[in-house]
């Protein structure tokens, strides 16, 4: 895999609020980042309590995109409040931030909203992915690029994943066992380049069709709750972070 720069953890400290989490989301996460990948950083701050409960509100979610060092930085931080929002919405994408192994700055807090996790998990997260599919496939058909292909592919495998064992896997490396068996050798075509076509050759149609299939099978045979259960937990986790308790380290 694309080593990530090593003065990623530099940035959560220099931005204007203090910081709950960063985490690395994108291709990094997903299994197939190429040398020239942008690095997609992502994460929660917190807003003090004048910027809140005053007339003049702070930013609900700060975002940056810059490059260093020839490396495109894309940085997407919420307040903790939006973020714990999110999360109680049924948000795949917010889910995977938080839950991101590539770590670039933690926090109690963040330590916290992880411990959390599993109590906003719900079986209609499956929607997130059959949504986000779809999105990808009519990407892919216009442009018939693979990184929009491969972005298909790796959602339903989360998807269905996350509906028959409550567990979240955004590696599609680790998740081959859903897909069809050309998989791996299209995540090393991305790895090798960032904007390259789909090779011809495969029924990608029908394979998606597949992996959509069973997504909405496993949706509607999963045991996973209705509703998050961790709503009045992360309540107090705001609260508390408003207090003072949300600085990274």
């Given at each position: 895999?694309?080593?990530?720069?090593?003065?990623?953890?530099?940035?959560?400290?220099?931005?204007?609020?203090?910081?709950?989490?960063?985490?690395?989301s994108g291709a990094h996460l997903y299994g197939f980042p190429s040398a020239d990948s942008?690095?997609?950083?992502?994460?929660?701050?917190?807003?003090?309590?004048?910027?809140?409960?005053?007339?003049?509100?702070?930013?609900a979610t700060l975002e940056r995109t810059w490059t260093r060092e020839g490396v495109e930085v894309d940085l997407v931080t919420h307040d903790v409040a939006k973020f714990c929002r999110l999360l109680l919405g049924r948000n795949g994408?917010?889910?995977?931030q938080l839950l991101s192994p590539l770590v670039v700055a933690s926090s109690p807090v963040h330590e916290?909203?992880?411990?959390?996790?599993?109590?906003c998990v719900t079986r209609h997260h499956a929607h997130h992915y059959l949504g986000f599919a779809r999105t990808q496939w009519r990407l892919f058909g216009r442009n018939g690029e693979l990184k929009p292909l491969l972005y298909?592919?790796?959602?339903?495998?989360?998807g269905t994943h996350l509906m028959r064992t409550g567990e979240l896997e955004a590696d599609l490396t680790r998740l081959y066992a859903y897909g069809p068996a050309y998989l791996p050798g299209l995540v090393a075509a991305k790895?090798?380049?960032?904007?390259?076509?789909?090779?011809?050759?495969p029924d990608f149609e029908r394979d998606v069709a597949r992996m959509t299939?069973?997504?909405?099978?496993?949706?509607?045979?999963?045991?996973?709750p209705e509703r998050a259960t961790a709503d009045e937990a992360l309540h107090d986790v705001v609260v508390r972070s408003r207090l003072g308790n949300g600085r990274s380290r």
């Open positions: 895999m694309t080593a990530l720069p090593p003065w990623l953890p530099e940035i959560p400290g220099g931005q204007p609020y203090p910081s709950v989490f960063a985490t690395v942008d690095v997609d950083l992502r994460g929660a701050h917190v807003l003090p309590v004048p910027e809140v409960a005053g007339l003049r509100h702070g930013p994408y917010v889910l995977e916290e909203l992880v411990a959390l996790a599993p109590g298909t592919f790796r959602v339903l495998a989360t790895r090798a380049a960032e904007h390259v076509a789909a090779p011809a050759g299939a069973a997504l909405e099978e496993a949706h509607q045979a999963s045991r996973l």
